[in-house]
């Protein structure tokens, strides 16, 4: 009798015990799962990122001359190459390792998940570190595309691996640090989500000191100092490049949510995308008002600036803050791009006015318009301006902005002038006449059209000043 007593009791308990077991394996699955789906698609926003190096290729080259297009296609891969070593090998360390409130001072070398203890800013999100590594690798490669456009047709192919390698190493990682790697920045509360200002206005500085540093391009400049226009070669490769940049920009601000779970990327993604419209349309009405004509190139560079704008604030605004936020950032950038260039800035795709002033209206916009709600989801810094948050989260802005301008113009100047010093950092006059392809590379990129349009030289320069008429200077 006992012995029945006890196998019932056995069979009740093995009864009972076998739902419990199963839910929790069931549990067990559903959160393997999540942390499955949440990992593909920060891979998919790396990898959108990446492809961006796609996109600046292409606009760059088509903003360029014919006998230059082929070396600026070219150095885009160079670049992502060298930053790719450089922020393995120290750049990851010096940003998202662990260390003190300027720097980081562990995981050089980055080895692999196995090094995750030397990665605590990165180390909380149920993500391989080895994938957040890819993630922020592909930020800081299109911060480096950003500070190498305004070199174009006249800095030395070695400039490029010389500064990628410095400025993945000591540029990008510090500001980095500042604001995601558990940095002075991010302890006071500066909202940037996806990097106006680390990504962006980090880039669109070092183009500026660079671009300031070698001069503008031969032709560019009359004796008096008027601008003439140096007209890219392909307008429809330039359009080409804003599109997939366009697409890019879902990996970049979207992905920065790093995850699916609760769906908030997808209201990233709808900040993200109102605001490029508004400034695209916003840049091509301006252009059309100023100039007589609906201007192309204006309306790509107000799409750019308005994605850059959102860039930092697109988890923190209303969508009617975002367009508003859009549009401002594409007239800013089409007035900026005027006045640069009439102060004697030769930057042939415009990169501070479309992410360096963009960057910095965009930094300050979660000063303006960051929702309590949104702010408090997010866990960092306050509300804005205009919904009573007083002027403490405008003014953590507008330090981060001060801050960024000061060091990235300083390191970058100090590099620049050692290399100009050493190894030079232009190509002679001959070598900027007869172009980059052929004196860097010794082929061109259009080579039967090169041989059909014989040796380059320049067309005498105009510049008629009324009407919005522009002259070229095309070799």
């Not at 069979?11 to 549990?27: G, I, M």
């Not at 010389?162 to 002075?184: K, M, R």
């Not at 306050?382 to 003014?395: D, E, K, S, V």
């Amino acid at each position: 009798m006992k012995k029945k007593w006890c196998a019932a009791v056995g069979a009740l308990t093995a009864v009972s015990a076998f739902p419990v077991s199963t839910y929790a394996a069931e549990a067990a699955s559903t959160e393997t799962l999540t942390n499955g789906i949440n990992m593909a698609f920060v891979f998919i926003a790396a990898v959108l990122v990446i492809l961006m190096q796609a996109g600046f290729a292409l606009l760059e080259a088509g903003s360029v001359r014919m006998k230059n297009a082929g070396h600026v296609a070219g150095k885009t891969i160079l670049s992502f190459g060298v930053a790719s070593i450089a922020f393995w090998a120290l750049g990851f360390g010096f940003g998202f390792g662990n260390g003190n409130g300027f720097f980081g001072y562990e995981g050089f070398f980055f080895g692999g998940d196995e090094a995750a203890a030397s990665f605590n800013s990165v180390n909380g999100f149920g993500l391989p570190v080895s994938l957040m590594f890819l993630f922020h690798l592909a930020f800081a490669g299109v911060s480096l595309a950003i500070a190498g456009g305004g070199l174009a047709e006249r800095a030395k192919l070695s400039v490029y691996i010389v500064f990628g390698a410095l400025f993945t190493i000591v540029i990008y990682p510090v500001i980095a640090h500042w604001v995601w790697g558990g940095g002075w920045l991010g302890e006071l509360g500066m909202q940037d989500f996806a990097g106006s200002t680390v990504v962006h206005l980090t880039g669109a500085t070092a183009a500026l000191v660079a671009t300031i540093m070698l001069k503008p391009r031969l032709g560019k400049y009359n004796k008096d100092g008027k601008p003439n226009s140096i007209l890219g070669h392909n307008q429809v490769l330039s359009v080409l490049g804003v599109i997939i940049l366009w697409v890019g920009w879902f990996g970049f601000n979207p992905g920065s949510a790093l995850t699916v779970e609760d769906g908030f990327f997808a209201y990233v993604a709808l900040t993200t995308n109102i605001a490029a419209a508004a400034g695209g349309v916003a840049a091509l009405l301006i252009s059309w008002m100023v100039f007589g004509k609906a201007d192309i190139p204006s309306m790509l560079n107000g799409v750019l600036a308005a994605l850059v704008a959102i860039t930092g604030s697109c988890a923190f605004v209303a969508p009617w803050a975002a367009v508003v936020i859009g549009l401002v950032a594409g007239v800013l950038t089409f007035f900026t791009a005027q006045w640069f260039e009439r102060a004697g800035v030769d930057d042939p795709v415009f990169a501070f006015s479309v992410h360096g002033v963009a960057g910095i209206w965009g930094a300050l916009c979660t000063g303006f318009f960051a929702l309590p709600s949104l702010s408090v989801d997010a866990g960092l810094g306050q509300a804005g301006l205009f919904y009573g948050g007083g002027l403490h989260q405008l003014g953590v802005q507008a330090l981060g902005v001060i801050g960024t301008l000061a060091f990235v113009a300083v390191v970058t100047f100090i590099i620049f002038y050692v290399m100009k010093v050493t190894m030079g950092i232009r190509v002679t006059e001959e070598e900027e006449m007869m172009g980059l392809d052929i004196s860097e590379h010794g082929s061109y990129g259009y080579p039967e059209q090169m041989k059909m349009a014989g040796d380059t030289t320049f067309h005498g320069p105009t510049n008629p000043e009324s009407g919005g008429k522009r002259t070229s200077v095309n070799a």
